[in-house]
């Protein structure tokens, strides 16, 4: 996700300069030490890569978030912004693949929304973070409509 997101935000202008391609080079080449640490076929390397341990990303590795919410069958509320680079539709599908049908799980897109589900038009871009603004009104009626026991919204 991180080689991901930082490929989508150095090029979110169109341009992607020399320091910039180095620094998703410094990415790319990080991802590829973990992916070959974490198949056994290279040394756990030491330290922090990419702001955490490498048996936090083991740790991730082993664990199948949707599938394990797929078993729990307790209430499930997931809401997507589809304008969010981070979680992206992709993510959103996995959660749908498992989960749709289940009586106990609730799954919500919502076409203007970002990551933090402020409202917005055209690409979500890291400015939008900067910029103070409500959580969308239609979040928090449909949260409260879950939460409340009145179905999924």
Same mark, same amino acid.
């Given at each position: 996700?991180?080689? #991901?997101?930082?490929?989508?935000?150095?090029?979110?202008?169109?341009?992607?300069?020399?320091?910039?391609?180095?620094?998703? +080079?410094?990415? !790319?080449?990080?991802?590829?030490?973990? #992916?070959?640490?974490?198949?056994?076929?290279?040394?756990?390397?030491?330290?922090?890569?990419?702001?955490?341990?490498?048996? =936090?990303? !083991?740790?991730?590795?082993?664990? +199948?978030?949707?599938?394990?919410?797929?078993?729990?069958?307790?209430?499930?509320?997931?809401?997507?912004?589809? !304008?969010?680079?981070?979680? %992206?539709? +992709?993510?959103?599908?996995?959660?749908?693949?498992?989960?749709?049908?289940?009586?106990?799980?609730?799954?919500?897109?919502?076409?203007?929304? +970002?990551?933090?589900?402020?409202?917005? %038009?055209?690409?979500?871009?890291?400015?939008? =973070?900067? #910029? #103070?603004?409500?959580?969308?009104?239609?979040?928090?009626?449909?949260?409260? %409509?879950?939460?409340?026991?009145?179905?999924?919204?």
């Amino acid at each position: 996700m991180m080689l #991901r997101q930082t490929e989508y935000i150095v090029g979110s202008d169109g341009v992607v300069s020399g320091p910039e391609k180095e620094h998703v +080079d410094g990415i !790319r080449k990080a991802v590829d030490s973990l #992916r070959a640490a974490l198949a056994g076929s290279a040394p756990a390397p030491e330290g922090y890569v990419m702001g955490a341990p490498f048996n =936090y990303y !083991r740790d991730l590795e082993e664990h +199948d978030s949707v599938a394990i919410a797929a078993e729990l069958e307790v209430p499930i509320l997931v809401l997507q912004g589809a !304008r969010d680079y981070q979680v %992206t539709l +992709d993510d959103f599908g996995a959660w749908q693949a498992v989960l749709e049908g289940k009586d106990f799980a609730c799954l919500k897109s919502y076409s203007s929304l +970002d990551h933090m589900f402020h409202t917005g %038009t055209g690409p979500s871009l890291p400015s939008d =973070y900067e #910029r #103070r603004a409500p959580v969308s009104p239609e979040v928090i009626n449909d949260i409260a %409509t879950w939460i409340k026991g009145e179905g999924c919204p």
